[in-house]
């Protein structure tokens, strides 16, 4: 077994807590939990620091970090365990600001997100949270720029669509209301 330099450690320690928050962003945007999003990126660095010695001499740290954060996600995507059982949400204590709108508008977001199919949810978060171009977003998913393109058509006429159903429904929602009856 390869005995592993401090030095080493210490470079993948302040990688870890410089990228953990963008990374964790990432997570959250592709599976709608900030519990679940903390455990992909735990996993995905776990992946890095295996990989950390050949990274640091190629570069593309926080590539590889995210293709395995995203990773990490599919592969929970596919397999779920038989024992994890759902719980209740914790409710913190609510903010003394009015954020009604901003947490409808994110929620109504996440909801539609969580509607896409997995890949076509990664391609967006990929593409237009992380700011990634489509070759990039190709090698964080292992695919081609092809399916990158196409699997983001998809999910993009998705979400208007979905949107678009929403307004119209808002619409009827209000219109209901104005009647005299």
Not at 17 to 29: G, I, M, P, V
Not at 132 to 144: F, M
Request: a neutral charge; aromatic letters at 6%; charged letters at 30%.
């Amino acid at each position: 077994m390869r005995r592993r330099d401090q030095a080493g450690d210490e470079a993948f320690t302040e990688f870890a807590a410089a990228s953990r928050a963008r990374l964790r962003r990432t997570a959250y945007l592709l599976c709608g939990d900030w519990d679940r999003a903390s455990d992909h990126v735990q996993e995905g660095l776990v992946r890095v620091y295996v990989a950390w010695p050949r990274l640091v001499r190629n570069g593309g740290e926080l590539a590889y970090a995210r293709k395995a954060v995203v990773s990490a996600f599919l592969d929970s995507a596919r397999r779920r365990s038989s024992t994890e059982l759902p719980v209740a949400e914790h409710h913190e204590g609510a903010t003394p600001d009015d954020v009604a709108g901003a947490v409808a508008d994110r929620a109504a977001l996440m909801a539609a997100l969580a509607r896409l199919p997995e890949r076509q949810r990664a391609c967006v978060v990929l593409r237009y949270f992380e700011d990634l171009d489509v070759h990039a977003t190709a090698i964080a998913l292992g695919c081609s720029e092809g399916t990158v393109k196409s699997q983001t058509s998809r999910a993009l006429s998705s979400l208007r669509s979905m949107f678009e159903a929403a307004a119209r429904d808002e619409l009827a929602v209000a219109g209901e209301r104005s009647l005299p009856w």
